[in-house]
């Protein structure tokens, strides 16, 4: 029986990466982001290889995350596999001069984005007592960096969530994972800082992770027995220690 996997932030980096190996492997995915274009792209690339359903909201809308996780067809409406993937960071600021925009996009996106879409797939899971959730938390979520204040506080709240939702959900027999990356060379830097220059150098002088390091981990971990669960994943590029130590060749 053919697996359904749906991926927020699906449009770009280790989302989109991960609609690729998971469609390479035969799983059925629901592909979610705000980018329409981007949305029938990967879905055109995807259809060939495996059964493909789009969804466009933002998951800062409540109401949005939920109308549309509730019209899926028939067909893509048991959801097995959840990847709590959408979220970017906004700004690199000290706190002092942090911009309340940003504070509120890293909040309402990576945070309250996340338990909205929890919210709308979770009872699924709970009623079939089965499922597998895994939230893209980041090494900011176990350290905190300089500037990174309120970046670093949204995936140490998705830290806490997972380990929240895997108490909770043990009973139904619910995986729950977070797979928590280094530094990944997908657009998160060019978000971060809003298409300036300084994005062009983050990933220069050393070999970043790439999306599809990040995905073939994710898939590593939907595929292992039904008694095992990799429940928190660190991952760095061998060129980082932590989030301020980076071994760069220029
Ligand atoms: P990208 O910027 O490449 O991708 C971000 C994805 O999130 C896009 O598909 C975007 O889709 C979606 N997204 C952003 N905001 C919203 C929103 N309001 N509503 C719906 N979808 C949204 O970055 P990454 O692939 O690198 O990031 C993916 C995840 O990985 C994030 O949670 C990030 O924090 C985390 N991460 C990234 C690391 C890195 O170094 N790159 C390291 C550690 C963790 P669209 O714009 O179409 O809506
Ligand atoms: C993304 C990696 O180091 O910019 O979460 O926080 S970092």
Redesign the pocket.
């Known amino acids: 029986m053919k697996k359904t996997a749906l991926i927020?932030?699906?449009?770009?980096?280790?989302?989109?990466a991960t609609a690729h190996v998971f469609a390479k492997h035969g799983i059925n995915l629901i592909l979610?982001?705000?980018?329409q274009h981007?949305l029938d792209s990967v879905q055109k690339a995807l259809s060939r290889e495996t059964d493909v359903h789009t969804l466009n909201?933002?998951?800062?809308s409540r109401e949005k995350t939920l109308e549309a996780i509730s019209s899926l067809p028939d067909d893509f409406k048991t959801v097995d596999i959840l990847i709590n993937?959408?979220?970017?960071?906004h700004g690199l600021d000290p706190i002092q001069t942090g911009n309340l925009d940003d504070w509120d996009a890293m909040m309402d996106?990576?945070v309250k984005?996340l338990l909205y879409v929890s919210k709308a797939i979770i009872p699924g899971m709970t009623e079939r007592q089965s499922g597998h959730i895994i939230n893209?938390?980041?090494?900011?979520g176990k350290e905190v960096y300089p500037k990174g204040n309120v970046y670093c506080a949204s995936?140490h709240a998705v830290l806490a969530i997972t380990e929240g939702m895997r108490i909770d959900l043990n009973p139904f027999g619910i995986k729950v994972s977070a797979v928590?990356?280094?530094?990944?060379?997908?657009?998160?830097s060019?978000?971060r800082f809003k298409g300036g220059s300084q994005a062009d150098n983050v990933y220069k002088g050393y070999k970043a992770?790439q999306?599809d390091d990040i995905a073939e981990i994710i898939h590593f971990a939907v595929t292992r027995p039904a008694h095992v669960n990799l429940a928190d994943v660190l991952v760095f590029p061998t060129a980082q220690a932590n989030s301020v130590t980076l071994k760069k060749t220029q």
């Open positions: 927020t932030g699906a449009t770009s980096g280790i989302g989109r979610c982001g705000r980018r981007r909201f933002d998951v800062r993937n959408a979220g970017n960071a996106i990576n984005g893209i938390g980041s090494s900011a995936k928590n990356p280094g530094l990944v060379e997908t657009e998160f060019q978000v992770l999306a």
